[in-house]
């Protein structure tokens, strides 16, 4: 596997990336803009080559962005849907700038709408956002949370579907959500059946990251909360079944787990020694 983390971009762009090499990371996840705000700055152009260049020094592949918090694409509110689109819109553009190869983005909340009518909203903003050339759109997994969709893995085949086959999309597996889920991902036999559902419901050919986060709260709490590798739920030998498993050991993998210097070390030494134990062909 391809190991990264979540990182920061406090203090500029160029930040994330010598935070990620200094974590030993082979991948990077950040965000290009404040995630809990709507409104931000564009990218000025010396911003953009520095991070391209920067990111050419550092070798880390792939590169992938996360949506911010505040958009819902599945909002049956007229207001907040076109704040959503645009927000989406707007960081496909930054995205192709920096050279990025990965969008994630939570599929978003019916609130009080039927879910089918949820999904169909989703599917519209994403064709819409990829009229823009960028990264590919990874649906992420969520704990089903309030009415939280895409804690089903046929909610993100429906989507695709509805998108059509041939767009440039994926999905992401989190972890920590699949568990909080209900998903026994824990167990070789947990595992194996969601791994049969994903490639029933959306094709594993359209797996193209993992989110590795433990769980904070138990199995099928619709709770989410991350935490470090081997301490929450999922446990070390959830996460050797995991990293073991030879449909997965090819991903790349980002780690969100709680920020903390001590922690971050500790998770990617845990990780990078879980696959050492795997002798791959």
């Not at 990264?135 to 089903?152: K, V």
């Not at 969601?194 to 990251?209: A, H, K, N, T």
């Not at 920020?259 to 998770?267: A, G, I, L, Q, V």
Request: proline share 4%; hydrophobic share 40%; with cysteine.
């Amino acid at each position: 596997m391809r190991f990264g983390f979540h990182c920061s971009i406090a203090g500029g762009l160029v930040r994330a990336l010598e935070r990620a090499q200094a974590l030993g990371c082979d991948t990077l996840q950040f965000f290009t803009r404040n995630p809990r705000g709507w409104r931000f700055t564009p990218l000025e152009p010396s911003q953009v080559e520095a991070f391209r260049l920067r990111a050419k020094e550092t070798g880390l592949t792939p590169l992938v962005v996360h949506m911010p918090y505040l958009p819902n694409l599945a909002s049956p509110r007229g207001d907040l849907y076109e704040k959503s689109l645009e927000s989406l819109k707007a960081e496909m553009v930054r995205c192709r700038a920096l050279g990025v190869n990965y969008l994630v983005t939570h599929v978003g909340k019916a609130m009080e709408s039927e879910r089918s009518e949820a999904l169909e909203r989703v599917a519209q903003a994403l064709r819409q956002a990829m009229d823009l050339q960028g990264p590919t759109i990874l649906l992420e997994n969520t704990a089903g949370q309030g009415s939280e969709l895409g804690a089903e893995l046929r909610d993100l085949g429906r989507i695709m579907k509805l998108v059509g086959r041939g767009a440039r999309m994926g999905v992401c597996i989190d972890t920590a959500h699949a568990f909080q889920a209900g998903y026994s991902i824990h167990t070789t036999g947990g595992l194996g059946a969601f791994l049969e559902e994903l490639d029933r419901e959306v094709g594993l050919d359209r797996l193209e990251l993992l989110h590795l986060n433990d769980s904070r709260t138990p199995l099928g709490s619709r709770v989410d909360r991350h935490w470090h590798i081997g301490e929450g739920h999922i446990g070390l030998e959830g996460f050797k079944i995991i990293i073991g498993h030879s449909l997965l050991r090819d991903l790349p993998a980002i780690m969100e787990t709680p920020y903390s210097p001590f922690w971050d070390r500790k998770n990617m030494d845990r990780v990078r020694g879980l696959d050492r134990m795997f002798v791959y062909d």
